[in-house]
């Protein structure tokens, strides 16, 4: 199972409408994730949630892992149905009129909206290395881009990420942007998470490049961080408003910024920039590929509730493990409502529209099986979104998965610009990497792809 942070159960601490300001002077708010989950419960007027089903319970408190029992929605909202009940059928009202409608719920309802005015981010090369990697010979700047805190001199906020180059290449490359666990704070104080390496090596031996962004350089991954980071910032050390961004959308925003140098890099291919993700980062590179259409293509891996996988699933990781008091933080206030009273059948959109934002450009989703032990990411469900987001692909001239039907571990959907593929092997996106990287050299190998 995936060492996620689960939705710990705590005794609320606090409950009182919006905080007040602090006096003049003093600096950012400073509330525990409890007390500012109680916080958002009485701001919708919310006395209790549902409660959220663990990996490994019993009871009533276990997960479910049984097929027969996992669509208890099976309708899903219609990508391509307006809000006025008018069916889109040209690109040109999907681009005009329905993206939009789908952009708005998702900024609203899930994520969260980025506020109107960001402090810009200023980056700088703090360092140059040289050294290699699976024996080709490499180069990594070493980044930092300064946030303009002028406005809240109380919170700085200082984004770390790298970016690696083959040593000699002659022109500019197609880059992969991964949102790295390298360096993840781990629960109890232990020791960080070393990511597996491999990868790195094999988009090196394409000649290609590959950017590490760290997350948590941006806005760290607890409630207790929202007065501080990108969004306290913002927020001038206040909580937030209901509508306002979550941890999943700022990590998914300072990506973005990371693309802004890239683009400016002359040794990169900006036209030819990969995101990529695991686990709760395959939920955000999910998000940065859907808002921001310069990443050309797309690997979201294990990405479970809140990423691709659908919210009307009833298997694994659910909308109640999100809302609660460990995970809330990363999704907008108003998704708290969907784990009680209401459900995800409620939800105005589903995970597949999500996707659908991405279209034309290429995604490419894996995960391990749940036997392999990775059932509480859900490869099905991420599956399923994916074909419930073909209709999106055609409609804009490309292909879909090309099939409705699951397919056997380890085979391989790469024909069309959605691809698919599970593996046996646990919690990890590794063993998918391979396939990805097939399905995303047809892009990133050619002209420039949109």
Request: glycine share 10%; aromatic share 10%; charged share 15%.
């Amino acid at each position: 199972m995936r060492a996620l942070f689960l939705a710990f159960l705590f005794t609320p601490l606090f409950a009182q409408s919006p905080v007040s300001p602090p006096p003049a002077g003093e600096g950012p708010i400073q509330l525990t994730p409890a007390q500012d989950h109680q916080r958002l419960l009485d701001l919708l007027h919310i006395s209790t949630l549902r409660p959220a089903p663990r990996p490994n319970g019993t009871g009533a408190t276990a997960a479910n892992y049984d097929e027969s029992k996992a669509n208890p929605w099976p309708v899903l909202p219609d990508a391509l149905l307006l809000k006025n009940g008018q069916r889109v059928t040209t690109p040109k009202i999907w681009w005009n009129q329905r993206r939009p409608e789908i952009v708005e719920i998702f900024d609203h309802e899930i994520f969260g909206r980025i506020p109107a005015v960001v402090p810009k981010v200023h980056w700088q090369v703090v360092s140059t290395t040289s050294g290699t990697e699976g024996g080709i010979a490499i180069v990594t700047k070493h980044l930092v881009g300064k946030v303009d805190n002028s406005s809240y001199p109380a919170i700085t906020v200082n984004i770390e990420a790298s970016l690696t180059l083959p040593a000699d290449a002659k022109k500019p490359v197609p880059v992969v942007l991964d949102f790295t666990f390298e360096n993840y704070p781990q629960p109890g104080n232990r020791p960080a998470a070393p990511a597996p390496t491999e990868w790195k090596a094999m988009v090196l031996t394409k000649g290609w490049g590959y950017a590490l962004f760290y997350p948590t350089t941006v806005q760290v991954d607890n409630g207790a961080g929202l007065t501080q980071g990108i969004i306290g910032l913002c927020n001038h050390g206040q909580p937030r408003k209901l509508a306002d961004w979550g941890v999943l959308r700022a990590w998914a925003w300072g990506g973005s910024r990371l693309m802004d140098y890239l683009a400016a890099d002359k040794n990169v291919d900006a036209h030819r920039v990969a995101v990529a993700g695991h686990s709760r980062f395959g939920k955000t590179a999910l998000i940065a590929m859907a808002y921001d259409r310069r990443f050309a293509v797309a690997y979201i891996n294990s990405s479970g509730a809140g990423g691709a996988n659908l919210a009307r699933r009833h298997y694994g990781e659910q909308v109640e493990n999100i809302a609660g008091p460990g995970e809330y933080h990363w999704m907008a206030g108003n998704y708290l409502k969907y784990a009680g009273p209401l459900t995800p059948a409620d939800m105005p959109v589903d995970m597949h529209e999500l996707i659908a934002l991405c279209a034309p450009r290429p995604v490419f989703i894996g995960g391990g099986t749940t036997e392999g032990g990775d059932g509480w990411a859900d490869v099905r469900g991420t599956f399923l979104a994916e074909v419930a987001a073909g209709p999106v692909y055609t409609l804009l001239g490309k292909k879909d998965l090309g099939t409705t039907v699951f397919p056997a571990v380890g085979t391989a959907l790469v024909s069309g610009d959605l691809g698919f593929r599970q593996h046996p092997d646990g919690h990890t996106p590794i063993p998918d990497f391979p396939a990805f990287l097939d399905f995303a050299s047809r892009y990133l190998n050619s002209a420039h792809s949109h």
